[in-house]
């Protein structure tokens, strides 16, 4: 690499300049950062620090010089420390090394780390009895599976038989002592720069650091390389602000703990899996040797030597996975790293804004240009807080028996080019009232700014129906923003990192490039570009986007509402459905071409608009056969992907996570028995499914169990919510501790009466439960209903139905 693993703020009380640790090559580097640590101020500041006099234009206003005074310290704690108002200081909540990174990017590149990384990825089983989650105060680990690798190019190697791949299993299943110490001596002794699991940070490293607890082990002492801090392995619990979703972020010094659930959740380009465990995942990515066992009584395989066997086989199978889905995750985050000058710790553990705080720091920077508040200090709190996003309608809900999907290239990007989208560009002039969704208006108007000269801005009056008001944006066009100078720039990469790739595909085969290493490191190059053209719009428009600027994010999501709609009336016979970013199509009777919608918007953005070029481009996308597109709040569909032969689900209500297990294996089995032989009653297949789903005698405990998290009591609201239910029978049933029950997932099921539910674990027998009966066929009858399925309910059948008659007889068909 030719950056450092990993880089913080290091304090030596010696009261001398900022310093910085940093790891490479698996040493530790103490050295003075290249800047002092600073914050601007209005006014002159009577602070510790060093002062001086500069001029700028602040983010507000970027066509004035303002004078601020550089209030530079020794300590970057003293920025936080004094510089507390934020009326009067600015960029004072910077992290200092992100401050670094943004004023000296190349700087780091002396303390790279140039030899190969070193990996272990590890996975660790907990006893369960078939009960109940398993906590580390109760449950403890029975084994332990690691596979150490040097050179991420050697990682995924070997698959599950793969003689790297080491198992440790405990001889008694209350001790785990020896096998955790193992474990951590080969930690020590390989001494790794990055150690990676699925769903580590939240489960494994927690719940072995609480076992070495009860061992009597310093968990530390192992896992970090160094001990000169407080808290050498940190466990900090975190909350993503766009989802408000928890989850945990494990520090270790001197390593990198590299959670691949996080990388995975947030990979966009997995449209429509089913979910995002490590089975699905590796299934999508046709990882082989994927093994599948019940892990809810794990005592019982080891009370076998062939039980012992399969959950060797289990942890293999799932060492190896961790092992090759972190060669396809790392690839990213090294070209991230390398291409932006970022420590990989910092890309592995990156925040939603970090790319975009960094690319726009720099670029701002470069035009004198400081920010002058966070996108909620600066804008009306209202507008900010209820933002208009895209354009998602579906205009003919039910079945569509041949589907097409146009698509705008990246659209959101090409919108930020086509009208010079930029935070130092756009402004919103003011709120007028809201007429109508289609009550757009255009102008260009000249003025004159003394000091800088005549400023031609192209105005656009854009609804927003979620504020109830039209809000009035100007852009600068005299001047290029740097934000479509930077996508255009991102743009020409990505295309050219393409073309090589379709040469490689020619040249040896599209199924033989998973094992060539140009095509490999190309597509990686392409990902890390993709994913900083992504994450612009969003970072713009975000509450606390210290370099945003609302007015970019209203302009890029209303001209994107405003082409789509204008695409929808132009062919509102054909379109079945559209999304922020395409349309869907209905083309078993007709269809739009490319050119034909290409054309139409090349005259809006040139005839109507007045722009010299057109930068918005449409293109068919994805090879689809039959869908259905549900008639309920928010946007749902099943699409048949023909290419892959899968259902591509989208939407809540199709993901039935919060139903029994059985509807959610039903709805696979009935749609896609839909979606390939359509709504008729000919559809023989899609009669079985329903029948199938219907048939209550094969039904199991698991099959009807639903989970919840439970959270403590005085978490709850007022009333009697379901997870303080669960919770309470849990804790009786299976005398669970209160301090424990908080965070656990238990699964429960629900009973005949008013309120009635039991908490249950696989291997419970349903016939010991008066289960409500009811309560779940109304949820396969909700599915029919919602897949306009209501005739194909088995009471709607005849009386008489033999295979001799068959299915149209029985359906009163024939």
């Not at 930690?187 to 494994?204: A, C």
């Not at 961790?322 to 995750?329: N, P, V």
């Not at 994913?531 to 428009?541: K, L, S």
């Amino acid at each position: 690499m030719q950056v450092p693993l990993a880089m913080t703020t290091y304090f030596d009380n010696l009261g001398g300049p900022q310093k910085l640790k940093i790891w490479s090559n698996g040493k530790r580097h103490i050295v003075t950062a290249p800047i002092k640590p600073y914050a601007y101020s209005r006014t002159r500041p009577m602070l510790p620090c060093i002062t001086s006099s500069v001029t700028k234009r602040l983010l507000s206003n970027p066509f004035k010089d303002v004078n601020l005074y550089k209030c530079e310290f020794n300590s970057s704690g003293d920025v936080g420390r004094y510089c507390t108002d934020d009326d009067i200081y600015l960029e004072n909540h910077i992290n200092f090394t992100n401050r670094a990174m943004i004023d000296k990017p190349e700087w780091i590149k002396a303390y790279a780390n140039s030899d190969e990384l070193k990996v272990i990825s590890f996975d660790c089983e907990m006893i369960t009895d078939g009960r109940t989650f398993p906590t580390p105060k109760k449950n403890p680990l029975c084994g332990i599976g690691y596979k150490c690798t040097t050179g991420i190019k050697n990682t995924g190697l070997g698959g599950i038989d793969s003689d790297k791949i080491v198992t440790l299993w405990s001889d008694n299943n209350k001790q785990d002592g020896q096998i955790i110490e193992k474990f951590l001596n080969v930690v020590k002794d390989y001494d790794p720069d990055v150690m990676v699991g699925f769903n580590s940070n939240g489960l494994d490293l927690r719940y072995m650091n609480t076992r070495c607890v009860m061992n009597g082990i310093n968990f530390n002492r192992y896992i970090a390389r160094s001990l000169d801090t407080k808290d050498p392995v940190e466990f900090i619990e975190k909350k993503n602000q766009a989802s408000r979703k928890k989850y945990t972020e494990v520090r270790i010094d001197g390593r990198i703990s590299y959670d691949l659930y996080y990388p995975i959740l947030r990979d966009q380009s997995m449209f429509g899996i089913k979910n995002r465990t490590m089975k699905t995942v590796a299934e999508w990515y046709r990882i082989k040797d994927i093994v599948k066992e019940d892990m809810g009584n794990v005592s019982r395989y080891l009370e076998s030597d062939d039980g012992r066997k399969k959950m060797d086989r289990y942890l293999r199978s799932d060492i190896n996975i961790t092992d090759q889905l972190f060669k396809i995750y790392s690839a990213n985050a090294l070209m991230l790293s390398e291409k932006l000058f970022v420590p990989l710790d910092d890309i592995v553990n990156a925040s939603s804004s970090l790319l975009s705080n960094i690319i726009f720091g720099r670029e701002l920077m470069a035009k004198n240009i400081v920010s002058d508040g966070q996108v909620i200090d600066r804008y009306d709190r209202k507008h900010v807080a209820k933002k208009r996003g895209g354009w998602v309608e579906t205009y003919r809900p039910g079945f569509i028996k041949k589907l097409k999907k146009l698509d705008f290239k990246s659209y959101y990007p090409f919108l930020t080019v086509q009208f010079n989208i930029s935070p130092e560009t756009c402004f919103i002039v003011r709120y007028d009232d809201y007429i109508g969704e289609l009550d757009y208006y255009f102008y260009w108007k000249d003025e004159e700014i003394e000091g800088i000269g005549k400023i031609k801005w192209f105005v656009a009056h854009i609804p927003d129906s979620t504020l109830g008001k039209t809000v009035v944006v100007k852009i600068n066009m005299t001047e290029e923003g740097f934000l479509p100078v930077y996508m255009r720039s991102l743009f020409d990469e990505r295309a050219a990192l393409k073309r090589r790739m379709k040469d490689i595909e020619k040249e040896i085969g599209k199924d033989n490039t998973r094992d060539d290493v140009e095509y490999a490191g190309l597509k990686s190059r392409e990902n890390a570009v993709k994913i900083i053209i992504n994450a612009f719009t969003g970072y713009v428009g975000a509450d606390h986007a210290i370099y945003g600027n609302l007015a970019c994010y209203a302009a890029i999501t209303g001209m994107g509402r405003y082409f789509t709609q204008k695409i929808i009336n132009k062919f509102k016979d054909l379109v079945v459905s559209s999304d922020t970013d395409a349309i869907y199509e209905d083309i078993s009777t007709g269809g739009i071409s490319e050119t034909e919608a290409n054309k139409y918007i090349e005259s809006l953005v040139i005839g109507e608009l007045g722009f010299k070029k057109c930068w918005i481009v449409m293109e068919e996308e994805g090879n689809f056969g039959s869908a259905f597109f549900m008639e309920t709040i928010g946007k749902n569909y099943y699409i048949h992907d023909l290419d892959k032969d899968i259902v591509i689900k989208h939407g809540v209500a199709t993901k039935r996570s919060s139903l029994a297990r059985f509807v959610d294996r039903s709805a696979d089995e009935i749609v896609m028995a839909l979606l390939k032989g359509g709504m008729s009653s000919k559809n023989e297949a899609l009669i079985s499914a329903v029948d199938g789903a219907y048939d209550i005698s094969k039904w199991t405990v698991r099959d009807i169990q639903q989970g919840v998290h439970v959270r403590k009591a005085s978490d709850y609201k007022k009333g009697t919510p379901i997870g303080l239910t669960i919770g309470q029978l849990a804790k009786k049933r299976w005398k669970i501790p209160e301090a424990d029950l908080e965070g656990m997932q238990v699964s429960y099921i629900k009973l005949r009466g008013n309120g009635k539910y039991a908490v249950v674990s696989d291997s419970d027998n349903i016939k010991n439960f008066d289960y409500d009966k009811d309560y779940y066929i109304g949820m396969l009858d909700k599915l029919l209903e919602n897949l306009g399925l209501k005739d194909f309910h088995p009471d709607n059948k005849g009386a008489v139905r033999t295979v001799q008659r068959g299915i149209e007889e029985a359906w009163g068909q024939t």
